[in-house]
């Protein structure tokens, strides 16, 4: 088989080059040119190929076939399972249980269809001793230990399979370029010749991605971008805890979350995840303060935790943990416009409780309700839960589902309850008081 032709482009202006140079002559960018495979001139002319051009109305809109994993927390990520042909990429820390979910998945999966297990980095022994620690039934699992391109793409089409794991796209190549396994160009090009063999054959293909020290998936950003859906393992190394999130699904919900604990036989679905995010205090404590955040379709209980301590340093600290660090500011801010109270002297810290990470604003209630109580040392109701986004008026903004948090936290004791008076129910919600408000100000009152 001849050797297909390459060149070196640009990233930054997607000149191209013969050969490899540290500025591009295109745009003077330094470190910028990548090898890439150019591809074959066609042999038709331009002028005589067509297309067939059909009208949106003349094309069936049909549900794809999905595959269940059989683990519930998985597939609610997935969006209901994996879709035929469909290309699914998982990126996480090294260690924090890629490789055993999809191990634990392939086995369940195996009983009804036939799968196959790629591993680059594993051998095929090493591969058995994780199934037999994880007490699965591995039996009509196919496993291949190869890093070679060709010969995955070989195997794909001879065994055909329903379901294949690349574990993981960083370690592949193709002998179609010289660089090495890893680099962008290898990435780029394996992933994208995966991705053409999915679409053509109706393979389902799941890549585990390697992740850089701040946390994106390595290699180019054309990876996430080629797949399907993207998902992302988080969690604290220290605690048995993962979370399981979707960035990106075209066939699905995207921010759904699934959640997991890490055994000594895998990953177990956590059937009541809201109990995570919650402290047990034995007495009321000053400073703490339950809210319902939501993940994609999933209303989550979690308790917003604040210190509030006299500052000993010119610049009083401000530090947040699961939360934007740059909306605690903003909220200090209205807090003291809008309701008089002043935290310019006073270190301020603030954290989610169980390492999630809340980037909705519906958080901003809970946060100045904490901190009040934390500078007042007056506890809030036990039995009391909140959320809404506090604008720079001093407003209390409605957010999106509204009624659906409100019946997860009845339905795990909470009696009490201060929202936006836009997010009140007509009907009420049974065994529980709510209290609406539109102003910050009102939200404080209430709790004193």
């Not at 980095?121 to 039996?139: F, H, N, T, Y």
């Not at 991705?195 to 996430?224: F, Y």
């Not at 909306?327 to 409780?353: K, S, T």
Request: hydrophobic share 45%; proline share 4%.
């Amino acid at each position: 088989m001849a050797k297909q032709k390459t060149a070196y482009t640009c990233t930054e202006c997607g000149g191209s080059s013969p050969k490899w140079q540290g500025q591009c002559p295109q745009c003077g960018a330094w470190n910028t040119l990548v090898e890439t495979v150019l591809e074959p001139a066609s042999r038709f002319s331009a002028l005589s190929q067509t297309s067939s051009i059909r009208r949106l109305s003349e094309v069936e809109a049909a549900d794809f076939p999905r595959y269940p994993t059989g683990i519930a927390e998985f597939d609610r990520v997935l969006g209901g399972g994996l879709v035929e042909g469909g290309v699914v990429l998982i990126g996480g820390d090294p260690g924090i249980g890629k490789s055993t979910l999809l191990l634990q998945a392939l086995c369940l999966m195996s009983a009804s269809m036939r799968v196959l297990y790629v591993s680059g980095e594993e051998s095929a022994q090493q591969i058995a001793l994780r199934a037999k620690r994880l007490q699965v039934d591995a039996g009509s699992v196919e496993i291949l230990a190869e890093i070679q391109l060709d010969k995955i793409q070989g195997a794909l089409l001879s065994h055909q399979p329903r379901i294949a794991v690349i574990d993981s796209i960083q370690t592949l190549y193709s002998d179609a370029l010289s660089s090495a396994p890893g680099s962008v160009a290898q990435v780029r090009e394996c992933a994208a010749q995966l991705t053409r063999l999915a679409k053509q054959s109706g393979i389902t293909v799941v890549l585990v991605g390697h992740v850089t020290k701040e946390g994106a998936i390595a290699g180019p950003r054309v990876l996430e971008h080629i797949v399907d859906s993207v998902l992302y393992f988080e969690g604290d190394t220290h605690s048995s805890f993962r979370l399981v999130r979707a960035f990106k699904n075209r066939f699905g919900a995207v921010n759904e979350i699934g959640v997991f604990a890490m055994t000594d036989k895998g990953l177990r679905e956590v059937s009541n995840p809201s109990a995570l995010f919650l402290s047990q205090h034995e007495k009321d404590v000053a400073g703490s303060c339950v809210m319902v955040t939501q993940e994609g379709t999933r209303p989550l209980l979690v308790e917003i935790q604040a210190l509030v301590d006299e500052a000993h340093a010119p610049n009083p600290r401000r530090l947040c943990v699961g939360l934007d660090q740059n909306r605690l500011a903003m909220l200090l801010a209205v807090l003291h416009r809008h309701a008089g109270i002043a935290c310019f002297d006073q270190d301020v810290f603030v954290n989610a409780v169980g390492g999630v990470r809340i980037i909705e604003p519906a958080s901003d209630l809970a946060v100045l309700l904490a901190i009040v109580s934390s500078l007042k040392n007056r506890a809030l109701p036990r039995e009391l839960v909140v959320f809404g986004e506090i604008g720079l008026a001093g407003e209390i903004r409605p957010v999106q589902r509204g009624q659906e948090r409100l019946k997860e936290a009845a339905k795990l004791g909470f009696s009490r309850a201060i929202i936006p008076r836009s997010n009140r129910p007509k009907g009420g919600i049974a065994g529980m008081e709510i209290i609406a408000v539109d102003r910050l100000i009102d939200a404080i009152d209430h709790c004193r």
